[in-house]
């Protein structure tokens, strides 16, 4: 009986040891037919850019120094740094009181000079109209008509002089007055103010700067000046935010032994949030090339030298090797077998070869 019971527990243990290994074998088998999720797009040509990047400095449209014709004192202060002014406006003004006296006192004597020429024109014109009737009536000889008109004559220039001589001093002194009230040639901010109330003036009293549009300088290498043209579109980057700008300058000269060259980009301000001296990156487009094979950087796999992608064909993935290109915006062209319209395998391509089966679950974009 014990040996009977002894053998029934073996045939037992056997059988849940055979049940157990034929369910292993099938879980495996299992596995081996798993299927690898990917995801996919469709292969399309699209145009892209290569970009050449520069670091560059933003600069003042327009910058100008504004400082007195006259030495002074300056009596008074219209504007202060940061403050924005229109052309013509008056900056500032110098000391002018004597100078005022002055003008006005010569200007008084160039009136008076001008009245008495012209009482001394009026009383010869009289006279020389009265003697003209006396002579054509026979009353006066010739020899006394000619002596009252050559003194009509004289006192005529005499007061045409008197009136130029008072018409270009006045405005010279009016200037001479004009030119203690500084104004500002420009519209613009207040850079710079070098002067202060009862001190003499400098050569550079204020500077105004222009910066409705600014400038950025930038260098760029011989390998691509060629390659760029006044007036092309110019993105640039500029304290975390992206701004347009066009190229408006490029020298035909190279710098630093010839090997770069400068190129100013001019970008629009009309907030004023780009101020001089502010840094700035400059993306110059130096090459585009139209309707290229363009992919998803991601997608793409590399052994070696070798870089290739994953295709689907008849449901099952296809290694295409490539050659890389242009890289731009996370997209690369690339040249090879791959044609518009491919299933390209854009997510789960790391975990794949030729002979893995693959499942699409995003099969709602390919049929897009």
């Not at 299992?30 to 990917?38: C, D, G, L």
């Not at 010869?124 to 009353?139: I, R």
């Amino acid at each position: 009986m014990r040996m009977k019971k002894i053998w029934m527990l073996g045939f037992l243990l056997t059988t849940l040891l055979l049940s157990g290994c034929a369910k292993s074998e099938a879980e495996g088998k299992e596995i081996e037919k798993e299927q690898i999720a990917v995801e996919v797009s469709k292969v399309e040509a699209k145009n892209i850019t290569k970009d050449y990047h520069a670091a560059g400095k933003i600069y003042a449209s327009e910058e100008v120094k504004v400082s007195s014709k006259k030495n002074g004192k300056v009596k008074s202060i219209h504007f202060d740094v940061g403050d924005f002014v229109k052309k013509g406006d008056v900056l500032y003004t110098l000391d002018n009181e004597d100078l005022i006296t002055d003008v006005e006192l010569k200007k008084s004597q160039y009136k008076k000079a001008l009245e008495n020429a012209k009482i001394n024109y009026d009383d010869a014109s009289n006279d020389f109209n009265n003697t003209k009737a006396l002579y054509e009536s026979g009353v006066l000889s010739k020899n006394d008509y000619d002596n009252v008109e050559k003194a009509y004559i004289q006192n005529k220039l005499n007061y045409q002089q008197a009136q130029r001589d008072y018409d270009s001093n006045t405005k010279t002194l009016d200037a001479s007055i004009r030119d203690t009230m500084i104004k500002s040639p420009i519209s613009g901010v207040v850079a710079q103010r070098n002067i202060e109330v009862e001190e003499s003036t400098t050569n550079a009293d204020f500077v105004i700067v222009k910066t409705d549009k600014v400038v950025v300088k930038a260098s760029v290498s011989e390998d691509v000046i060629n390659k760029m043209n006044i007036g092309d579109e110019v993105r640039g980057r500029i304290q975390e935010e992206d701004y347009i700008g066009k190229i408006t300058m490029i020298s035909p000269v190279g710098v630093n032994n010839g090997n770069t060259y400068p190129v100013e980009v001019q970008i629009e301000n009309k907030e004023g949030l780009l101020k001089p001296g502010m840094f700035a990156e400059v993306n110059f487009e130096v090459e585009k090339k139209e309707n290229q094979i363009v992919v998803p950087k991601k997608s793409i796999l590399s052994i070696g030298n070798e870089n290739y992608v994953y295709i689907v064909e008849e449901n099952k993935p296809k290694k295409i090797v490539v050659e890389k290109n242009i890289t731009k915006d996370g997209f690369v062209q690339v040249v090879g077998e791959l044609k518009v319209g491919d299933l390209l395998i854009v997510k789960g391509q790391d975990y794949i070869d030729e002979k893995s089966l693959i499942q699409i679950v995003n099969k709602v974009a390919v049929e897009q």
